[in-house]
């Protein structure tokens, strides 16, 4: 009798513990069981460590889809799919997602074209970024971000019959001169008509190499920047974000302009206006270097910019020469001479630096013979 | 099992109170087998994982982070950051299952809350004993460069970088390039030693006059056996002048003709003197125009930097590549005020 109270007791004591061994496998810390979870779902936990993580992806994937964070979504609804190959709502879930994403991106792509096209490039390249997000891919989205942008280097033109080198040169740098720069960058040979119909690639000068204003070239039908502008509205626009002192914006817009519309004196005062308080900006903030780059974009004559530009080169002079003293003093000749031939070559009067950089030669002449 | 048994028929026998004890004692491992199972796993020398195509699931072990699961199963470190966003958390405790994907992609390295962006350190010259505005000081420059590692940077190669920038692959989050300019010798004798120590890549941009011309400067010889080493060596121009601006008396024709003499001519002296193709320039001053970058991308160059400060984004203009010049008074919170790898932006 008393045996068989003990084997009783020792049974249900084994049964209790198996039921709390199962119970411990599916911890609080794992996610709740699927709404789709099958009976031996809890089984399963007990035996599987990563059961909890495919629930926790599950989860996942639900919230990011509802936060349009798609490419997220999709990526857990695949760790879903790949612990449970049957299920149906990681199956439908990633189906549909590989629908919504390139629809999303190329929502977003054609949002920032609309916005690229209105000069607005702040918001036009956070929609290139987006589209870019949700589709790496995209066909287009890299080619805004990396090429349009940030606007091009080089004037592209389309030939018209019996046109010379030296007529192009004319009218992209009103300077018949400069032919061979269009030659060179083009492979030409001669001065004579060029082939026709072609269309040639040549740089941009910067304005201050330029020997007057530089007339209308005939644009290119196919390119973006080339394309008729509706000046008034884009140079309100531009005047806008000048007012808010975005020069750089202002400066880029007002030179869209002028692409497609060189003559334009309002947009050359604005894209000289923006380029010299900008220049004025980094002065005060004491970068000589980004002044000087900017105050070369200025057209010579406009206001005191030829003034500010040799400020600018004098600063950065000043900064190599004492740069060259310091090297001096602390033996480095070389180094000293390096330092202040790029002062000389900023500022070729340089008061000092052609005096100190023949008694550094003759001092390290002194020194070879001393060896 | 007959001794079993017997064991148990002696424990019924002798005393029903130990017997419930032993039920008890049985009951109590049981509760903790889980717990105590589990345990083992993660103390011990076996790691739970399952294989997918494009992740391996992991249980993580005492001792774990991300940064060592990302070294375990991708090899590279730096990609802890990848994996603590992918999985969610900051931090990871033993037990914890995580997913590593196996092909870590970040294409241009943006994220809804922004991209990435990767900062270049330019160096010039290094002393042992003395600092000055290009010179930095040995100590200091050891310094900077246990910092890379200490805080999870991973230095990369200026063509990895070039790869990223035309959107060809990803970049470990922390990503970091270091160029040294113009060609002195204290690049071989004091910077160099340091970069190995610590496995860092680095590209020297030479301006072919200097080399071999000063005692000071680097030899041909000892650049052929820097690159024989694995030393990238690229273009800094011929002379070191300044591209952008035209000398007071020279015509626009000989400022353009000197130009391409500048760029062809490092280019054509370094393939000449060590074998090796050029495809990157540093503007000597930092500085440039479209013509100069026309005429760099005619002549066959991948890309070009200047000594604008900032990290670089993978739309950045290849011609127009921004370096942070490392000045040789800088203090560690200077040099770390270079070295931002993302920038904020919301895109959502």
């Not at chain 1, 269309?199 to 196919?222: C, D, E, F």
């Not at chain 2, 048994?5 to 049985?26: H, M, N, Q, Y």
């Amino acid at each position: 009798m008393k045996n068989r109270l003990l084997r009783g007791l020792f049974f249900i004591l084994l049964l209790l513990a198996a039921a709390f061994a199962g119970g411990c496998a599916t911890s609080p810390d794992r996610a709740p069981p699927p709404a789709s979870s099958p009976g031996n779902e809890i089984e399963k936990a007990g035996s599987d460590p990563f059961f909890a993580l495919a629930e926790t992806y599950r989860l996942k994937g639900r919230e990011f889809k509802k936060s349009g964070d798609l490419p997220k979504a999709l990526n857990a609804w695949k760790v879903v799919k790949s612990f449970a190959p049957e299920d149906a709502e990681a199956e439908r879930e990633i189906a549909d997602l590989i629908n919504l994403i390139p629809a999303a991106a190329e929502r977003h792509f054609q949002k920032g074209l609309a916005l690229f096209k209105n000069h607005s490039l702040a918001l036009a390249r956070k929609e290139f970024l987006a589209a870019i997000y949700l589709h790496p891919d995209h066909p287009d989205a890299f080619h805004y971000l990396k090429e349009k942008l940030p606007g091009e280097d080089f004037h592209t033109y389309e030939i018209r019959k019996g046109e010379t080198p030296k007529q192009v040169s004319q009218k992209l740098y009103g300077d018949s001169q400069k032919d061979f720069i269009i030659a060179y960058f083009n492979d030409l040979r001669g001065d004579g008509p060029l082939e026709f119909p072609r269309i040639l690639k040549t740089p941009i000068l910067n304005p201050r190499l330029k020997k007057g204003p530089v007339s209308s070239a005939k644009p290119v039908a196919n390119l973006e920047f080339a394309k008729p502008l509706e000046t008034r509205a884009e140079l309100e626009k531009a005047r806008g974000v000048f007012r808010e002192n975005h020069y750089p914006e202002s400066a880029a817009l007002a030179e869209k302009i002028l692409n497609s519309d060189p003559t334009n004196r309002e947009a050359r005062e604005l894209m000289n206006e923006s380029y010299y308080q900008w220049g004025k900006q980094f002065g005060q903030e004491k970068k000589h270097r980004e002044a000087l780059e900017v105050f070369q974009r200025v057209d010579s004559g406009y206001k005191d910019a030829a003034a500010q530009l040799a400020q600018s080169r004098k600063e950065i002079a000043e900064e190599h020469y004492i740069n060259g003293v310091r090297f001096f003093t602390q033996e480095e000749i070389e180094l000293a001479i390096y330092e202040w031939e790029a002062a000389l070559a900023l500022e070729p009067g340089h008061p000092k630096a052609k005096k100190d950089i023949e008694s550094a030669r003759n001092v390290l002449q002194k020194l070879e013979k001393i060896k | 099992m007959s001794d079993c048994r017997g064991r148990v028929r002696t424990l019924k026998v002798k005393s029903p109170c130990l017997f419930i004890g032993a039920c008890l004692f049985i009951l109590v491992n049981l509760l903790a087998g889980g717990r105590a199972v589990l345990s083992a796993e993660v103390a011990g020398m076996e790691r739970r994982e399952r294989s997918f195509p494009d992740f391996i699931a992991v249980v993580a072990r005492e001792g774990d982070t991300f940064s060592s699961l990302a070294l375990e199963y991708l090899k590279d470190p730096t990609w802890d950051g990848f994996l603590a966003e992918f999985n969610g958390v900051d931090s990871l405790r033993p037990g914890q299952p995580v997913i590593i994907p196996l092909k870590p992609e970040r294409k241009g390295g943006v994220t809804l809350r922004g991209y990435q962006t990767v900062p270049i350190l330019a160096y010039h010259n290094f002393s042992s004993t003395q600092t000055g505005k290009l010179t930095a000081r040995q100590a200091m420059f050891e310094e900077q460069m246990r910092f890379l590692r200490e805080e999870g940077y991973r230095v990369i190669a200026l063509d990895q970088l070039f790869d990223f920038l035309e959107f060809k692959g990803s970049l470990p989050p922390k990503s970091v390039v270091i160029t040294i300019d113009d060609g002195w010798l204290s690049a071989y004798e004091i910077a160099l030693p340091v970069l190995k120590k610590y496995g860092y890549p680095v590209t020297l941009f030479v301006y072919t006059d200097i080399i071999g011309k000063s005692p000071r400067a680097l030899s041909w010889d000892l650049l052929g056996k820097m690159a024989e080493e694995g030393l990238d060596i690229q273009c800094h121009t011929k002379s070191h002048r300044n591209l952008a601006v035209p000398g007071e008396k020279e015509s626009f024709k000989d400022y353009f003709e000197n130009l391409v003499g500048e760029l062809s001519g490092c280019k054509e002296t370094i393939k000449k003197r060590l074998n090796r193709e050029v495809k990157y320039l540093a503007y000597p001053y930092g500085t440039t125009n479209s013509l100069v970058i026309e005429t760099a991308k005619k002549m066959g160059y991948r890309g070009a930097l200047t000594v604008i400060r900032g990290g670089n984004p993978f739309f950045s203009h290849n011609f127009r590549v921004n370096r942070s010049e490392i000045l040789g008074d800088f203090n560690m919170s200077q040099f770390e005020r270079n070295l931002a790898v993302f920038q904020e932006q919301s895109l959502r």
